[in-house]
């Protein structure tokens, strides 16, 4: 059958992000599921959905379709041929999720980072951080500190055709820049994974607890200004250009701290006498989450950061704003547009690509992931004045990479300094690390019931 990259109706793709939502949500739920009776978080098996609904199982080494059904309109959704000349060849993937439904669904996972971000950000309590700032700049700089100085040891491994574009051509990347992606994806820590397990084990006002919150928010935000400064470099652009991305972003940070925080307060002191969230007030704080993603993502620090920023600024009762947000847009967040995020990244990981040659750099970006979390968040802690079973808790949640690496990945290969298969490395993290958190994480914790060790949490800070 020919193919002509036509494209489809507008009503047609309104069709196909339908049907592709149902097809994600019953994915997304069976997976999850699954993962939680092997004793691993739904994230996991909402990640393997993603990539099992794209090529690596439902692509055309697979499920080739010779003479796709009519009303998949597979003729008109598809180009002719693939990015490299070669004829495209229709799948169940390709047909189910036509590129223009894709776009669609990747813009409905770009909104539920915005919101899930922003009700991490508003569960952050400042009151439990005073007199940890040691601690937490000492944890910040070395969850990022390690893992890019690994970058810059493994870069020469990497550095080849399998995990560069146009390696050996013009169109190549310029090689700091493709190494300081490789260190973003190292630096990743999973912040939200992070405060809701020290959030079920009781832990999250604990010395520990806040310092490690704390820090894997500032580590977030240094992850993206390290992704921006590398799009820079890799793109060639002068240093005044790169730095000017480093002094807005700390221009933005402190007005919304500074005075947006100021401008809302009058909301949360009515909330506090009505206990009510009135719908212009509900509005606004939606509004302020969506506009301080727009702006973090223009700035080029991702919406990821917006959104949690964005939460940082909600004024008190910060507990009770937690509650009654997480009522109405929690839920929605969490089970029905973060699976579309995580599916959208499945459906550009294509596993069947992996070769032998690749499988060995995989292994070494994966590895140097791992040490440079477990030993930078450990030490570093160590030095922030916490103990070393404390450290080695802060480690091992530093290590969980969880869904921020697919986002780290995704922006890495649309801006053309890496790979797809090193996008593909990047999953591969994500669920090694990920997977590995659990049991790692309640070893660790054993260890704080020791004598000798700070076991007790402290109790919770009265509103």
Same mark, same amino acid.
């Given at each position: ?363 070494? &970006?994966?590895?140097? *992931?791992? /040490?440079?979390? !477990? %030993?930078?968040? @450990?030490?570093?802690?160590? =030095?922030?004045?916490? $103990? ?33 298969? &090193?996008?593909?490395? *990047?999953? /591969?993290?994500? !669920? %090694?690390?990920? @997977?590995?958190?659990?049991? =790692?994480?309640?070893? $660790? ?19």
């Amino acid at each position: 059958m020919p193919f002509a990259p036509s494209g489809l109706r507008p009503g047609v793709v309104v069709a196909f992000v339908l049907l592709d939502i149902v097809i994600i949500l019953i994915a997304a739920r069976l997976c999850g599921a699954a993962a939680r009776k092997v004793g691993q978080p739904a994230v996991v098996g909402e990640i393997v959905a993603g990539i099992l609904l794209g090529p690596t199982l439902l692509g055309p080494k697979l499920f080739e379709l010779a003479n796709p059904p009519d009303f998949l309109h597979c003729d008109v959704s598809n180009p002719a041929t693939t990015a490299d000349g070669s004829p495209f060849v229709a799948s169940v993937s390709s047909c189910l999720f036509p590129a223009q439904a894709r776009g669609v669904l990747g813009l409905l996972g770009q909104v539920a980072l915005v919101f899930f971000m922003f009700l991490v950000g508003i569960e952050v309590n400042a009151r439990t951080l005073k007199g940890k700032e040691k601690g937490i700049g000492l944890v910040s700089v070395g969850a990022v500190l390690v893992p890019v100085a690994l970058a810059f040891v493994i870069a020469p491994i990497l550095w080849n055709s399998d995990f560069v574009p146009g390696f050996g051509t013009d169109a190549s990347p310029n090689r700091l820049g493709f190494t300081l992606f490789v260190g973003a994806l190292l630096s990743v820590t999973a912040f939200p994974v992070m405060a809701r397990i020290l959030q079920e084990k009781g832990l999250t006002t604990s010395p520990m607890g806040a310092t490690g919150i704390a820090a894997a928010g500032v580590v977030t935000i240094l992850m993206f200004l390290i992704i921006a400064s590398a799009d820079g470099v890799a793109k060639e652009k002068d240093l005044l250009d790169i730095g000017r991305v480093w002094v807005i972003a700390a221009i933005y940070i402190a007005v919304m701290l500074l005075v947006v925080k100021r401008l809302l307060a009058p909301l949360g002191r009515s909330y506090a006498r009505t206990g009510k969230l009135s719908p212009d007030a509900f509005a606004l704080f939606i509004g302020v989450a969506v506009a301080s993603g727009y702006v973090a993502d223009r700035i080029g620090i991702n919406v990821i950061v917006g959104g949690f920023i964005a939460g940082l600024v909600i004024p008190e009762p910060r507990p009770e704003m937690w509650r009654e947000l997480t009522n109405r847009i929690g839920e929605f967040t969490a089970v029905i547009l973060l699976p579309i995020f995580l599916a959208f990244s499945g459906l550009n990981t294509d596993f069947t690509a992996l070769t032998a040659a690749a499988v060995p750099g995989i292994i070494v &970006l994966v590895v140097a *992931g791992i /040490v440079g979390k !477990l %030993v930078g968040g @450990a030490v570093f802690a160590r =030095l922030g004045g916490l $103990s070393w079973a404390e450290g080695r808790v802060i480690g091992v949640l530093m290590n969980c990479r969880g869904l921020l690496v697919l986002v780290a990945a995704l922006v890495a290969v649309e801006a053309g300094a890496i790979s797809p298969l &090193l996008q593909l490395g *990047g999953v /591969v993290m994500a !669920l %090694v690390t990920t @997977a590995m958190t659990g049991p =790692l994480f309640d070893t $660790s914790v054993a260890q704080l019931n020791t004598p000798g060790t700070e076991a007790e949490p402290e109790p919770e800070p009265a509103p």
